[in-house]
Structure formats: structure tokens, C-alpha cells
T-cell receptor, first 114, second 110 residues
């Protein structure tokens, strides 16, 4: 266990469904991130929250909607996804004033869109 | 455009071999370079490098950065099957901005 917990571990959803991914960190970090990892592609940064303020990657489709209710929790709300959205979604956290160790990653949610 | 390129994409070796993984980068605002090991899902931190020529070492793993030639290498000596994983290189190129390579998939055969 890394200190960053993601649920669910696996998710299969239809293109018309609405679901949410959850991330929780117990490290006292002040920044949280969503990354998408597709096969044979680099990790793609989707969203960043620092001190609960969002820094957004503009290329992320609106069918992905993040929410950060507090510094320990991060959600990714999903609706009307496409099959190409199937990927591993990784949450990470960091302490922004100490970049010595980069991120701490969660174990990810393996999402399959059918 | 900032980019990080890792090579080789995949590698198969036998236990006891030594491997060298490469990471080259082109970024406008370099802050640090990080190596991660990803076995199943969660990438785990290995090293952070900020200064050229200073080797970081942890057991059989070591890494060094060359800021003039814009690359880093990760060495693994006396490889074991437990070293089988994807090794990710990332460059910190600004606040919130980590650029990842595609990774090198290492398989160590018994």
C-alpha cells in the first residue's frame, strides 16, 4: 500500500453509464493528480489539484469531470465515455513544496468501456 | 514541444545479466529527472536526479544524469526475476508538469 488508495480497482461500464473513480491519500500531500495510462503511450496528465485549486489539461474531453472536495480526496466523474477511453487511470499525490520524491501513485483503476 | 524518449522499448535478459536503460529528453524548463518502477499498477519511485554526473545508487540499481547531453541511464546489475517491470522515466519541467516517457519493459528470465 503506497498511501494513495484508489477504488474501484476494475470498472466495466457502458457508453451511456455514469460512474466515478475515487482516490484518497493519507500522506498529508497538498497536490493530487489524475493520469491516464494507455498501452504503448506515455502517461498523460489529465487534471491537477493543488490546495484544492484545479489546473486543467485543456485537451481532456468534457466527459471526464474531476472533483476535489478536500486535500485528501479526489474524484473523476465519468459519463458517456467512448471505447478509446479504456485505460488504466492512475491517481497520484505530491507535496508541492518538496519535489524530492515526485509523485506517490495509487494502484490505479482499470477502466473498460464497452 | 517537450518530450521524453526511452530506449529500448522492451528488453529480455537472463538472471545475472546487467542492463542499461536510457532516457533522453528535450524540455524548455528542466527541474529534475525521475525514475519509477511499475510492476503491476502503481509506479514506485526509484531515483530523482537534478545534478549532472552524480550517481545515485540503491542496491543493484544506479542512475546518473548528463544535463549537457540531455539524458539519463538506469543500470541494474545482477538482474533477478523480481526486476521484471516497466521502468518509467519522467522529467519535471515546471510546476505540476511531469512529462513521462513510454517506458522500457524489462523481462528477466530465470
Amino acid at each position: 500500500e503506497t498511501g494513495v488508495t484508489q477504488t474501484p480497482r476494475h470498472l466495466v461500464m457502458g457508453m451511456t453509464n455514469k460512474k466515478s473513480l475515487k482516490c484518497e491519500q493519507h500522506l498529508g500531500h497538498n497536490a493530487m493528480y489524475w493520469y491516464k495510462q494507455s498501452a504503448k503511450k506515455p502517461l498523460e496528465l489529465m487534471f491537477v489539484y493543488s490546495l484544492e485549486e484545479r489546473v486543467e489539461n485543456n485537451s481532456v474531453p468534457s466527459r471526464f469531470s474531476p472533483e476535489c472536495p478536500n486535500s485528501s480526496h479526489l474524484f473523476l466523474h465519468l459519463h458517456t465515455l467512448q471505447p478509446e477511453d479504456s485505460a488504466l487511470y492512475l491517481c497520484a499525490s505530491s507535496q508541492m513544496d518538496k519535489s524530492n520524491y515526485g509523485y506517490t501513485f495509487g494502484s490505479g483503476t482499470r477502466l473498460t468501456v464497452v | 514541444e517537450d518530450k521524453v524518449v526511452q530506449s529500448p522499448l522492451s528488453l529480455v535478459v537472463h538472471e545475472g545479466d546487467t542492463v542499461t536503460l536510457n532516457c533522453s529528453y528535450e524540455v524548455t524548463n528542466f527541474r529534475s529527472l525521475l525514475w519509477y518502477k511499475q510492476e503491476k499498477k502503481a509506479p514506485t519511485f526509484l531515483f530523482m536526479l537534478t545534478s549532472s554526473g552524480i550517481e545515485k545508487k540503491s542496491g543493484r540499481l544506479s542512475s546518473i544524469l548528463d544535463k549537457k547531453e540531455l539524458f539519463s541511464i538506469l543500470n541494474i546489475t545482477a538482474t533477478q526475476t523480481g526486476d521484471s517491470a516497466v521502468y518509467l522515466c519522467a522529467v519535471e519541467a515546471g510546476t505540476y508538469k511531469y512529462i513521462f516517457g513510454t517506458g522500457t519493459r524489462l523481462k528477466v528470465l530465470a
